[in-house]
């Protein structure tokens, strides 16, 4: 299927690794140029040069935190005109509500949900401007399955599912599309890191974390390409008449509304 993007330019955010890499090559690989943004300079860097090596799109960088003052604003700027959003920057960390403390909850929001409000709020004047864009927001599934053990997590996800039906329930009158993602357990490094942690606590053995994988849909976690064509298929005119919305890729474990 055509997805009728290349000559598109996309801004992905939180692209040096997992889902946002993996974004940044399905989207190279549909003919998308790109500008790609993260803290790690190195890491966009090694992207950068995968991505050259079997794609003739053009890649920029952009190294910056998203957290700091005026970075939004520079970031918007330095951009220049783009068709397509991925806000996917972010990581909150997890915990109950005693164990998070003001401090750490406070960042945790500043770089993923205040992140991607303020960045849509930068973006989206520039996309109207241009005569339309798609805006995606890679959220998570806990802002849907609620977990006490990730109370910052679930209500930021929560709030971000929330925004972006918000800004996405009207938008289409400037031609803007805006949709969410709510990835489950993706087979990236922080999966297996938090899987071996878990079976440290569980099993006083980090090596069992097969165990605990196994007991995930299909016995694994979705692979990062399922989370990346999705947002391309989003992103192309093929989901023209998709907006306010958010997508749950998790094998169903949110559906799980059971007590057993």
């Known amino acids: 299927m055509d997805l009728h993007l ?26 998308v140029d790109l500008v790609l943004t993260a803290r790690s300079a190195d890491n966009l860097d090694r992207v950068r040069g995968e991505i050259a090596g079997i794609s003739g799109v053009a890649v920029e960088i952009l190294p910056l935190d998203v957290t700091e003052a005026g970075a939004c604003e520079r970031l918007a700027a330095e951009t220049g ?5 991925v806000n996917n920057a972010g990581v909150i960390p ?22 991607y409000i303020n960045l849509c709020r930068q973006i989206y004047p520039k996309l109207k401007a241009r005569g339309g864009g798609v805006i995606v927001n890679i959220i998570g599934n806990a802002g849907e399955a609620l977990d006490p053990q990730y109370i910052c997590g679930s209500t930021g996800n929560a709030s ?3 925004f972006t039906r918000t800004l996405g329930g009207n938008s289409l009158a400037d031609n803007v599309r805006v949709v969410g993602i709510n990835p489950g357990p993706v087979n990236t490094d922080r999966i ?21 994988e196994a007991m995930y849909p299909l016995g694994r ?33 949110a559906s799980r509304r059971s007590i057993v």
């Open 94 to 115: 997890g915990g109950d509500l005693f164990d998070i403390d003001e401090d750490r909850w406070r960042a945790g929001w500043e770089l993923k949900v205040f992140g």
């Open 221 to 253: 976690p979705a692979h990062v390409g399922e989370i990346a064509d999705l947002v391309a298929f989003l992103a192309s005119d093929r989901s023209g008449y998709t907006s306010g919305t958010i997508f749950t890729v998790d094998g169903g474990i």
């Open 160 to 162: 971000l599912m929330a």
């Open 6 to 31: 290349r000559g598109k330019r996309a801004l992905v955010t939180g692209a040096s690794q997992g889902i946002g890499e993996g974004i940044a090559k399905t989207l190279a690989s549909e003919g």
């Open 192 to 212: 297996y890191s938090l899987l071996k942690k878990l079976a440290k606590t569980r099993f006083g053995d980090e090596n069992r974390y097969t165990e605990l």
């Open 81 to 85: 005109d783009i068709d397509i959003l």
